[in-house]
């Protein structure tokens, strides 16, 4: 540790960002920090260079993208027209209630209620704390009779959880899937997007959204999820012009 320096921290922060976000890269940076605060209170390095360390690189584009109306059914269709493989329901979970990946994972027979599911936990990749986002995010959410029989017939797993963890491939596994239905690519929180605009594209109250959604708050719902899909919005867009023109 004597040779560590924040060039050669900052190096190696610089090749980690090539890679990934520039809001993961910061995530890491800060445990970096904190790690590097400590060994200079230890007496470990001679040095505290951590404030000299920066976030370099760019955001990519937004990923977790909302499907379309039309792709949305399609996607849904498909999943429903093929339970047999475990994973196709566990999209549909997606597309059905907006719960996250780790809510999904996380359900337990006992999570089950007719009909619906409670969130109580969320597993996670990188701990074993099984503790949701927040704790608006602990809810209720009700699913309709077709979805609900689908999940009570996937065998339990060993660990009690009905759906395999799988190495947590799920979001490699939702790229082969919507490539092979010619779906454009997005991720499991792409699909909690699609269940929020398909809802508001229905005209749900907003209130009604954001507790399903498990949101802090309405204004949290406004700021990350009142998006509109391209069909809804090349609706509104086409009504604005005709009644432009009628003026």
Known sequence: MKDLNDIVVQKKIDEYAKTHSRKTTHE???????SLRDAYARGY??????????????????????????????????????PENEFNILVLLALETGMRRGELLAIRPESLYEYGIKVRHSISPTSEDTSLKTQNSKRDISINKEVYDLIRQIPVKE???????????????????????DIKKTTF???????????????????????????????????????????????????????LNSL
């Open 28 to 34: 890491v940076l800060l445990k970096i920090k904190t």
């Open 159 to 181: 660990n009690g959880y009905i759906f395999s963890f799988g190495g947590f491939k799920q979001s490699e596994q939702l790229a082969e899937l919507l490539t092979e239905l």
């Open 189 to 243: 929180h792409g699909l909690r997007d699609t269940h929020a605009s398909f809802l508001f594209a229905k005209d749900i109250d907003i209130a009604y959204v954001s507790k399903r959604l498990g949101h802090i708050n309405i204004q949290t719902t406004q700021n990350y999820y009142l998006v509109l899909m391209p069909e809804q919005e090349h609706q509104q867009n086409s009504e604005a012009l005709n009644l």
């Open 45 to 82: 390095i001679t040095n505290d260079f951590a404030r000299l360390v920066k976030t370099r690189g760019v955001n990519p584009p937004k990923r977790n993208k909302a499907l379309s109306i039309t792709d949305f059914k399609k996607l849904r269709n498909y999943v429903l027209q093929h």
